[in-house]
Nanobody, 123 residues
Framework: QVHLQESGGGLVQAGDSLTLSCTGS????????VAWFRQAPGKEREFVGA????????IYADSVKGRFTISRDNSKNMGYLQMNSLKPEDTAVYYC????????????????WGQGTQVTVSS
């Protein structure tokens, strides 16, 4: 199985950019589709975006489309979430997740999860 660890979270101001990283260990991440989810206090975990294992296809939530970009570097066993034009409503704990199956928008479709990294956007 693959183990996931997110990094790169922090406190930023509205309009700033931030890049989160997802490091895979154990089994190589290159065979897994990777997704990003987020969970704000008192809210359910929501889909942010996902990328196929080869990196050729991505999907995004409407709330982040055009601002966030998902990428991956299979040679480094890494996934990335580039976040631009951040808004206070983007404040949440961000999780990366992985599946050997196809990319999906649902949390139940992903077998492996990281511990999350906090992103706080001040107004």
């Amino acid at each position: 199985q693959v183990h996931l660890q997110e990094s790169g979270g922090g406190l930023v101001q509205a309009g700033d950019s931030l890049t989160l990283s997802c490091t895979g260990s154990g089994r190589t991440l290159s065979t897994y589709a990777v997704a990003w989810f987020r969970q704000a206090p008192g809210k359910e975990r929501e889909f942010v975006g996902a990328i196929t294992w080869r990196g050729g296809y991505t999907i995004y939530a409407d709330s982040v489309k055009g601002r966030f970009t998902i990428s991956r570097d299979n040679s480094k066993n890494m996934g990335y979430l580039q976040m631009n034009s951040l808004k206070p409503e983007d404040t949440a704990v961000y999780y990366c997740a992985a599946t050997l199956g196809d990319i999906h928008r649902g949390t139940k479709e992903y077998e492996y999860w990281g511990q999350g990294t906090q992103v706080t956007v001040s107004s």
